[in-house]
Structures are given as structure tokens and as C-alpha cells.
């Protein structure tokens, strides 16, 4: 199994988010903090991921979140995000993704994947399925949620 690790916020690991395909604002808004000196160095980054040798072939945003404002869950419960897990291209099909997700699961809380460039089937090979939609709330993530084994949300 690879080993995962948490990404620190600094330049190596900005420079290693300009590999990725879904490279956008989040690192973006992480490099003009890091240009501004206005990191943290006890900041709790929500990045891990797995390195081959000295590349970072695979990487995922995992965060708890509370659920209140717009709740997914009935009674509200708080959960894990995945957001923006993507494997190189090079280093895909090595089971790098789904020790990611595995990483996850083991938080022992319900997840919610917000799924991008056509990783749908690839959570729902892992495990997660739909949720009831709140069109407002859930129709621009795509989103998708896994549930650990016997848990209940009363």
C-alpha cells in the first residue's frame, strides 16, 4: 500500500498542484498566501497525497465539514469532503486513487465526494452512491456520499 501523506502548504507543494489537471483557485489562493508570507507554518493543510520517488503522482483535499447551513443529512451530521482527488496520468491504474479514498474511509465518518472530470464511476466502484439531490445545493458538485459499514446517522 503507498503511503500517504499530508501535503505541507508551501512552494514545493504549490509547484507540485501545477502537474494536475484540476489545478485551479484553491491553489491558486494557497501560492498568493505563500507569495504574501501570509502562511502560517502551523496551518492544518487539507492536502494529501502519495509520492512516487520525488513526484507527486496523486493528490486529494480532505476536510470535515459541518452540516449545517444547507444539510445533506437528516438529522444533520457532520462528514469528510474529497474534493479535487486526482491521480497523474502517468501513475494511474496502481490503486494510488483508492488508497486515497481508503485513507478517507478510515476516518470512520460519512464522506461526500464531489467527483470532477468523469470520476463518477470511479467512486461508485469504490463504494459511494447518490444522494438526494438538493438541486441549489448539490447539482453544481456533482456530488456523491459513502457511508462506513452498520453506521446511523440518529
Not at 491521480?87 to 488508497?99: D, F, N, R, T
Request: hydrophobic share 35%.
Amino acid at each position: 500500500m503507498p503511503e500517504i501523506k499530508k501535503l505541507a502548504i508551501n512552494y514545493k507543494t504549490a509547484e507540485d498542484f501545477k502537474k494536475f489537471r484540476e489545478y485551479g483557485n484553491q491553489e491558486l489562493q494557497m501560492i498568493e498566501e505563500l507569495e504574501g508570507n501570509m502562511i502560517d507554518s502551523d496551518i492544518d493543510s487539507p492536502f494529501y497525497g502519495i509520492y512516487v520517488g520525488e513526484t507527486l503522482a496523486a493528490r486529494m483535499c480532505l476536510y470535515k465539514k459541518e452540516d449545517e447551513q444547507k444539510p445533506i443529512f437528516d438529522p444533520p451530521h457532520d462528514y469528510m469532503v474529497i474534493w479535487k482527488l486526482e491521480v497523474l496520468e502517468k501513475y494511474q491504474g496502481k490503486g494510488y486513487g483508492q488508497a486515497l479514498i481508503n485513507y478517507a474511509k478510515e476516518m470512520d465518518m460519512p464522506i461526500k465526494a464531489v467527483t470532477r472530470q468523469n470520476s463518477r464511476d470511479f467512486f461508485i466502484k469504490q463504494g459511494f452512491e447518490g444522494l438526494k439531490y438538493d438541486v441549489e445545493r448539490d447539482l453544481a458538485d456533482n456530488a456523491l456520499i459513502w457511508y462506513p459499514e452498520g453506521y446511523s446517522l440518529n
